[in-house]
């Protein structure tokens, strides 16, 4: 926070920044910029405002997901004393309560713009130079700005020998919005949105089988989490093959027949009512004008250097659509420190080792920081401290007790590398290790800190005292 006071700009521009795409890094982005006293317009190509994570992305599969746990909690109802005969799952209703939820959310981010007195012009912006977007709407006009910023996200990407009809052999967009539960589906990737999927899907009572090219669930992960994860969903009744290469998929009829090559060299013939695309994302870089501006790409994604500058002066690219990790939450520190940066209130910028990752499955995942091999990798002699859930009265009562905390230290100087967390809460206990880690608190300050009893983030301190032999519980 700066208590300088930001530039003033003169100049005969329209506005003083256009930003062009409306999800979390561009709405934020934009906030702060009026915020700070700058006349500022947003540019969106959809009727509704909040980009891919409020409308297709991490806001409605969070509704999808939390009928999933609500589902499998009634599965489990008897072991709570609780007898429920029978039950039915209205699919058209799941459906439809993650799109109103969606909308409820996007309807909060107009409200946000009009509160702000931001400008939003409806349709696709495409550069015409380094402080101009033409805007194709219902009608076409050229607006200008002394900063543009380009926010515009990414898309699903596709592999060759597994043609997207959007039909049967579909993206996340599709997936979300089935018209009936089907009965079998296969997917492709086992990145945060494969896991999450196959997880919703699974509890709904769809035959699920994962396919990952990698050794491992969530590649991103430290390796003991992945274990864990693949346990637990091996549990759930999901197959997986990991190790696996994809040779094609091919729509045929109402199935879809993909066959992989398993780990052993083995052929397998995957026949599913669906197959789910989930390889990970690319940019959104496609008609933005780039090429004839000059701002340059690579692989799919803008090319930044410090705050969002691109390559061309006065145009700045932020969030997925500049690559790095392809998270909301880092999106819009990004969009906020590229403003701070060119109001001269000097931003620090983004560690990526205090940027925290979460798959919302359950058990969920969380991570900050390192894995242990990562650390090893670096030259770090570690100390590891583990508490697993199993030991805690909290997760013990609410029947939870799958997964565990790990916490990896700098074995000379007690400092915390990495966080890693499966388990119910673990999406929401990360955020006290990045606290932690933003105030490079060290193994004792984490122990040391009084945490409430019972709870499910005692095994923070738990696992900070584990990695000294000085856990008390397990």
Known sequence: MSHKEPKKFTHSYQFDFLIVGSGPGGYETAIRASQLGY????VEKETTLGGVCLNWGCIPTKSLLKNAEMINGLKHAAEFGVKIDKYEIDF?????????????????????????????????????????????????????????????GTKARSIPSVPVDRKRIITSYEAMILPEKPES??????????????????????????????????????EEIATILQ??????????????KVDSATAEGDKVKT?????????????????????????????????????????GFIVTTGFGKTSVEG??????????????????????????????LNPSPIDPLEVPACTYCQPSVAHIGLTEKQAKDKGYEVKVGRFPFKASGKATAAGETAGMVKLIFDAKYGEMLGAHIIGHEATEMIAELGIAKKLEADAH??????????????????????????????
């Open 39 to 42: 006349k500022v317009c947003v």
């Open 92 to 152: 058209k209703k799941v459906i439809e309560r993650s799109r109103g939820v969606a909308s409820q959310m996007a309807k909060g981010v107009e409200f946000l713009m009009k509160k702000n007195k931001i400008t939003v012009k409806k349709g696709y912006g495409t550069l015409k130079s380094a402080h101009e977007v033409e805007v194709a709407g219902e009608s076409k006009e050229t607006v200008t700005a002394q900063h543009i910023i380009l926010a515009t």
């Open 185 to 222: 589906l296969t997917i492709i990737g086992a990145g945060a949105i494969g896991v999450e999927f196959a997880y919703f899907y699974n509890a709904v009572g769809t035959k699920v089988t994962i396919v990952e090219a990698l050794p491992q669930l969530l590649p991103n992960e430290d």
């Open 231 to 244: 346990r637990e969903f091996k549990k759930q009744g999901m197959t997986i093959y990991t190790g696996a």
């Open 259 to 299: 066959v992989v090559t398993d780990s052993n060299g083995n052929k397998q013939e995957l026949i599913s009512d669906y197959t789910l695309v989930a390889i990970g994302l690319t940019g959104n870089i496609e008609n933005l004008g780039l090429e004839k501006v000059g701002v340059k790409t690579d692989r």
């Open 315 to 344: 145009v700045y690219a932020i969030g997925d659509v500049a690559g790095g990790m392809l998270l909301a939450h880092k999106a819009s520190v990004e969009g906020i420190n590229c403003i701070e940066a060119i109001a001269g």
């Open 445 to 474: 300050w984490i122990h040391k800190t009084i945490h409430a009893h019972p709870t499910f983030s005692e095994g923070v301190k738990e696992a900070a005292a584990d990695a000294y032999g000085e856990a008390i519980n397990i």
